[in-house]
């Protein structure tokens, strides 16, 4: 059973995140746990509700790069307990210089077997309706993970360029050519692959250039990834799923029950 406790991060890892916009955390939740988020991860991905804000259609395009649905925490209460917990956000507001943590959304990632490809080059923050940079990732696994099943690697201090255009995941361009356009010129050999552990986890910056390879096993690859972000987010008035019809208008702060304070 899933409790709650704090985890204090260290000195070089909450560094390493700030000079390189990603760090890894090993083992932030048990074996225990692991057990029960995929239990619960299996049944909100097996339940169509009208309330998921996004889900990936079978056979389309999108779902062999991700089969994903958003706001899991919204639809089963085992879920929010995890996307909720004051254990991953309070990891996230140390990162970030304890400026106070909300809720943007979660999603259920599955990169599905052996038809997968591989999720491109791309960064988080220009999907984002955020007026300014400073959210960041968990990206919690579920499963062991490595390059044969779609482990992620990132491309170290990536996380001050801005202004790049969004990748499409299925239809995309070479965000370093969009790099270069801006007179940064960036060397993919400096990517770092990062394999993890069931139960471990990686911390990426919105502006982080990530990847991940494709799942050739024959199981799915499954991952709850949590998007956080600092206190005081504004909404820039871009639209996106998570927002639209939530009558939120541009300039104003992402707040309320929709986007609690976790941390």
């Known amino acids: 059973m899933f409790r709650d406790s704090q985890i204090e991060l260290s000195e070089e890892q909450i560094n390493h995140y700030q000079e ?8 932030v939740i048990s074996s225990d746990e692991v057990e029960e988020l995929r239990t619960y991860l299996d049944e909100v991905m097996n339940n169509e509700s009208e309330r998921s804000v996004q889900n990936s259609k079978k056979g389309a395009a999108y779902y062999k790069v991700l089969n994903q649905r958003v706001n ?3 639809d089963h209460g085992g879920m929010a307990k995890f996307v909720l917990s004051e254990r991953l956000a309070g990891m996230a507001n140390q990162l970030i210089g304890h400026k106070g943590i909300r809720l943007f959304h979660d999603h259920a990632l599955l990169k599905m077997p052996l038809d997968s490809k591989e999720t491109p080059w791309h960064q988080d923050y220009p999907y984002w309706p955020m007026k300014e940079p400073g ?22 201090k990536t996380h001050k360029l801005k202004d790049l255009k969004a990748v499409d995941l299925v239809n995309s361009h070479d965000i370093f050519d969009d790099a270069k356009t801006k007179g940064q010129l960036l060397d993919k050999d400096r990517a770092v692959t990062v394999p993890l552990k069931a139960g ?7 502006l982080t250039f990530h990847a991940a390879y494709s799942n050739q096993t024959d199981k799915p690859r499954r991952v709850l990834a949590i998007i956080f972000m600092p206190d005081g987010t504004i909404y820039s008035g871009k639209s996106h799923p998570v927002v639209d019809g939530l009558n939120i208008e541009k300039g104003e702060a992402l707040t309320g029950g929709t986007f609690p304070k976790l941390a």
């Open 200 to 206: 471990s986890c990686t911390f990426h910056d919105g």
């Open 135 to 156: 959210a960041l990732s968990i990206w919690l696994t579920l499963d062991d993970v490595d390059e044969q099943n779609g482990c992620m690697k990132f491309l170290p």
């Open 72 to 74: 899991t925490w919204r």
């Open 20 to 27: 390189n916009g990603f760090v890894q955390v090993d083992t």
